[in-house]
């Protein structure tokens, strides 16, 4: 099994540019996902495959990867963007596994 | 338009087995390339996969929890069920159900959308 590492807190600014990251030794050879979760509600897939953006998800989320590190990026963030964000890794079948511990977005 | 919905107990005791039944609308597991998984969230903790299973019922489990998991499912039915053995109150938690769907080209899943809204499990004497 392996471990996905991500900050427990960010915070910004409105129109400000935020940016989470999610560490783990899979994720070189791996595809990571990240969803978006707000209080109450069922988590909603903003990235997958490092950087692609599902239907429907505004152009200001953004994912990229390099080496051990994955990183969701959110420019000019808004108050309705405040969530907690959590990155999630493909295991070497292409299964999408093990999840980081969440990170939660506070817009000041 | 796809729907996940979880069905199942809210409360179950210790050492009892668990079912959860996901019934789905707008799309067919006998479809190439879908798949449903079960994933958890204790209150106020970081989300946990539990299992996955394909339109070819290839079946994926957590290696942590795979000893107590089972899924299987109902094509005519369009739903999915879980079981999980031995339950302890370290599982009491949402548990949803989501839709896959896996990219031949890529040969990895399109990450879990959309889910259920989530049933609460809460395993207690």
């Known amino acids: 099994s392996y471990e996905l590492t991500q900050p427990p807190s960010v915070s910004v600014s409105p129109g400000q540019t935020a940016r989470i990251t999610c560490s783990g030794d899979?994720?070189?050879?791996?595809?990571a996902y990240w969803y978006q979760q707000k209080p109450g509600q069922a988590p909603v897939l903003v990235i997958y495959k490092d950087s692609e953006r599902p239907s429907g998800i505004p152009e200001r989320f953004s994912g990229s990867s390099s080496g051990t590190t994955v990183t969701l990026t959110i420019s000019g963030v808004q108050a309705e963007d405040e969530a907690d964000y959590y990155c999630?890794?493909?295991?070497?079948?292409?299964?999408?596994?093990?999840f980081g511990g969440g990170t939660k977005l506070t817009v000041l | 338009q796809i729907t996940l919905k979880e069905s199942g107990p809210t409360l179950v005791k210790p050492t009892q087995t668990l079912t959860l039944t996901c019934t789905f609308s707008?799309?067919?597991?006998?479809?190439?390339?879908?798949?449903v998984g079960w994933i958890r969230q204790p209150p106020g903790k970081a989300l946990e996969w539990l299992a996955l299973i394909y339109w070819n019922d290839d079946k994926r489990y957590s290696p942590s929890l795979k000893s107590r998991l089972t899924i299987t499912k109902d094509t005519s039915k369009n739903q999915v069920v879980l079981t999980m053995t031995n339950m302890d109150p370290v599982d009491t938690a949402t548990y949803y159900c989501?839709?896959?769907?896996?990219?031949?080209?890529?040969?990895?899943?399109?990450?879990?959308?959309?889910w259920g809204q989530g049933t609460l499990v809460t395993v207690s004497s």
């Open positions: 707008g799309f067919s597991l006998s479809t190439s390339g879908v798949g």
């Open positions: 899979a994720l070189p050879k791996q595809y």
């Open positions: 989501a839709h896959t769907y896996y990219d031949f080209w890529s040969g990895y899943s399109m990450g879990f959308d959309p």
């Open positions: 999630q890794s493909a295991d070497s079948s292409g299964t999408p596994g093990v």
